[in-house]
């Protein structure tokens, strides 16, 4: 089955604790604390895997997590690290965080992505000793793994996209110019999933052509197969729109190309601006009086046009070497950029609850979805310091310092950042 949308839940590993532990040796009257400090939990990453071609694995597995870090130990042993938990996507995978939509990444290079990472290892009591607090028998809890409720949704990378009614020629065109070999039948919706196809124009020089299933009236509202799969043209960098010139079904080629071209308004207004070449195909079918009808609206309305019969390739060379010219004008294929998750977005979790301790004078606050804000607060910058301030007013944190009895210039620590309390 052919998957093209998903939606999981991700959670990197926690980090391990730091141990509370104290040097034990003969002879040694007071060794001093030597508790290590936790591993780091594993990452949530993101792979390109050409092999795949659907999201399918993700509608039986739905919560992904990676390996917590280990526990630090006593002498000084450091926790091991957790490890990476690697998710395979199809090449054209767009990842976005649920709740604001945002685009988290692009999976269109190799370049793996980190979409959660692991939280730090806390440290070990050996840390913390000073001249004047030789014993700390406290260490610090491992900080959280980021996690995220996400969408994945697959759009094809190609240079061409394929439209038209059902039953137009579109699968008979692709299999003719490229290795493609789609289903090709005298019935509607013979291609049901994307068929992509590499059409070699010489050495060196290729480009990716994509057979998008048939649309027809309504499509953008969910009629026939839907818009769903017009996704798979969003990346495209140009359109070929192949069209019956002979109604060989009953309809109006004309009506049948302005109707395409509505859908595409609805569905993405950007799409209709994207370089079309029109394909008249099953000309073999058509009258003199047809084809000529046809040809005066394609000059009136500027389209480049072209007339073949694609199941004996009639005509196709031409076509192809059109595109070919007109791809060799235009910018790559889509990518795209990755955006930001907005702060609102992670406050709106502070509802999620936390506790403040106080242990020999440091202030410690455990909120993990108050990490997810400090991990993108940039401490530098006075706006995103005074946004940081009002979460832990609105929140309730700064009330539950002041009941603890914090004063000014006290340490408070939030995980494994520590900043002097100002009021």
């Excluded at 034990?24 to 591993?39: F, I, L, N, T």
């Excluded at 399918?56 to 739905?62: G, L, S």
């Excluded at 709740?99 to 990472?117: G, L, R």
């Excluded at 959280?144 to 240079?159: N, Q, R, V």
Aim: aromatic share 8%.
């Amino acid at each position: 089955m052919f998957v093209d949308i998903a939606k999981i839940t991700i959670r990197a590993g926690n980090g391990g604790d730091g141990a509370v532990a104290f040097h034990r040796e003969k002879y040694v009257a007071s060794g001093g604390p030597d508790g290590g400090d936790g591993g780091k939990g594993g990452n949530v990453v993101f792979q390109v895997d050409d092999s795949l071609s659907t999201l399918a694995d993700f509608r039986y597995r739905r919560k992904y997590k990676a390996e917590n870090g280990q526990n630090g130990r006593g002498g000084r042993c450091n926790g091991k690290k957790g490890a990476d938990l690697v998710i395979r996507v199809p090449r054209g995978t767009i990842i976005r965080e649920v709740e604001s939509n945002a685009v988290m990444a692009d999976m269109s290079t190799d370049e793996p992505f980190i979409a959660a990472k692991g939280g730090k290892g806390g440290w070990g009591n050996c840390h913390f000793a000073t001249p004047t607090r030789q014993t700390p028998r406290f260490a610090k809890s491992g900080a959280p793994g980021e996690e995220w409720e996400i969408s994945l949704e697959l759009k094809l990378i190609a240079d061409v996209g394929l439209l038209g009614f059902p039953n137009v020629g579109k699968s008979s065109l692709i299999s003719v110019v490229s290795e493609a070999k789609p289903i090709v039948g005298d019935y509607h919706f013979t291609t049901i999933i994307p068929v992509l196809g590499v059409v070699t124009m010489g050495v060196g020089q290729s480009f990716v052509m994509a057979d998008i299933p048939g649309l027809i009236e309504g499509a953008a509202e969910g009629v026939g197969l839907g818009h769903a799969f017009l996704r798979h043209v969003e990346r495209c960098r140009m359109l070929v729109h192949v069209v019956d010139v002979a109604g060989s079904e009953g309809r109006d080629p004309i009506e049948d190309f302005e109707s395409i071209n509505r859908e595409l308004v609805k569905f993405n207004p950007e799409l209709a601006k994207c370089p079309q070449i029109v394909a008249g195909n099953k000309i073999d079918l058509a009258n003199d009086e047809q084809l000529a009808r046809f040809r005066t609206y394609m000059r009136e309305h500027g389209f480049a046009y072209y007339e073949i019969s694609a199941p004996i390739a009639y005509g196709t060379k031409e076509l192809i070497n059109a595109v070919a010219a007109k791809l060799a004008t235009l910018p790559p294929v889509k990518r795209y950029a990755r955006e930001e998750v907005p702060l609102a977005v992670l406050e709106k979790k502070k509802g999620d609850g936390f506790t403040v301790t106080v242990e020999d004078g440091i202030y410690n606050i455990e909120a993990e979805w108050l990490y997810k804000i400090l991990l993108k607060t940039d401490m530098d910058d006075y706006a995103s310091l005074q946004y940081f301030q009002k979460v832990l007013e609105t929140s309730g944190i700064a009330d539950a310092l002041r009941e603890k009895g914090i004063e000014e210039g006290d340490t408070v620590c939030i995980y494994d950042f520590e900043f002097e309390y100002v009021p």
